[in-house]
Each structure stands twice: as structure tokens, then as C-alpha cells.
């Protein structure tokens, strides 16, 4: 049984919600409300020194924080994980541009927006990350233009960490009209056997 320290509505965390539905695997959630400062707590710095979420704890009590780092734990030996070394890479590959092109500019919009309510606080810095987030959008779109899912024409884990903010993309400004390829991307996602919604 795993241990989910998390921030619901949090797309890094839902990232290892889905990948557990996906594969059958139980946890047990544990909900730190970051808006009141739960991640910064003592107790919790002795969980995760660096007060962020999510955590993943094995059932031997070792601990998993990053999500990408955790979502590659859950998916080694499984489906989500090519048996192919260089589409192995390839996963790494997407999962890093997932954390360093994509979160950074469409997660951090949707937090300032759908989260935390303060559209017109942030005003001049979303201005800022929109045209980037879009780059990355720019990127899927063009590589989902001739496959189902980013690597090895299957799903895996780089499916899952890209799926999980950009899915909810419009949240944060972003206008997902004219991308067919990622709403097709979506479709088949979410026609997956165990999958769950980010509310679930």
C-alpha cells in the first residue's frame, strides 16, 4: 500500500493518482493543504525537506518527492515503461520537458488563476509565460500530428506527466481550441482502461 502526500487539485499530483488507477495499485491520500502553509510545517519538513508536493511513500517507508521521479518509479515494469532502452530515454525526455518547457509557464497559470483566484494580481506575469506555454503546446502538437502518444505509438509514463496540466490548460488562460492533436491525445487518454479524472 503506498502513501499519497498531495494537493488534490494538483496536476503533479494527480499525475501518480492516474498512473496507480492505470495499474491497479492502492494508496492511501493524505491531503496537505498548501494554501495554508501544510507543506511548510515541521512535521512535513521531516517528510519532504524541500516542503513540496507531492510525496510518495512505499510501504516500507521510504519516501518518493518529485512527482516525474515518483511517476517513474510507479511505471518501472509495468505498461507505462517501453522495454526498449532508447524509448526509455525518450520518456525521460518528455518527462523533463514536462517539468522544465511546459509546467513552469501552463501549471504555474492555472495556479495563479484556478487556484489561488488572482488573475489580475499576476496579470503581468502571466502575460510573461503565455507565449512559452504555448511553445510547449506548440511542440506536443506538432509530434502528436502523425501518433497516438509520445512515445513508441503506446501509452506511457511520459503520457501521464504531460497529460496532467495540460489537460487542464484552459484553467490557466490557455485556449486548447486549436490543438487537434492534443484533443485527440486527451480522447485516448481518457478511454483508458482505470483511468480517473484530476477530481476523482
Known sequence: MYRLYEFASSGNCYKLRLAMSLLGLSCERIEIDILRGASRTESFLRINPNGRIPVLELGDGRRLPESNAALWYLARGSYLEPSDPFEQAQVLQWMFF????????????????????????????????RPKGYA????????????????????????????????????????LGPYAGIQSWFRRIESLNGYIAITD
Open 98 to 129: 514536462e517539468q522544465y518547457s511546459h509546467e513552469p509557464f501552463i501549471a504555474t497559470s492555472r495556479y495563479w488563476i484556478a487556484i489561488l483566484g488572482a488573475e489580475e494580481t499576476y496579470r503581468a506575469q502571466l502575460e510573461e509565460k
Open 136 to 175: 510547449a503546446l506548440d511542440v506536443m502538437e506538432q509530434h502528436l500530428a502523425q501518433r497516438d502518444f509520445f512515445v513508441g505509438n503506446r501509452v506511457s509514463a511520459a503520457d501521464i506527466a504531460l497529460y496532467a496540466y495540460t489537460h487542464v490548460a484552459h484553467e490557466g488562460g490557455f485556449d
